[in-house]
């Protein structure tokens, strides 16, 4: 019970240190200053893509 019990908290902290560890990344990018024709996502969900038009 008592070794459970090292391991539980042992778990908790590690879980505490490694989601203090991340820090969110803000990007602002500038793209298309018109309407886009067509958008795709990334298989991760995270990467939106859009056919540049004439320049």
């Given amino acids: 019970m008592k070794l459970r019990r090292v391991f539980l908290i042992a ?7 490694s989601v203090g560890a991340q820090k969110p990344e803000l990007v602002v990018e ?10 795709a996502t990334g298989p991760d969900g995270r990467t939106l893509a859009s056919p540049a038009g004439k320049r």
């Fill in 11 to 17: 778990f908790v902290l590690a879980a505490c240190i």
């Fill in 30 to 39: 500038q793209g298309h200053t018109a309407w886009a024709a067509s958008v």
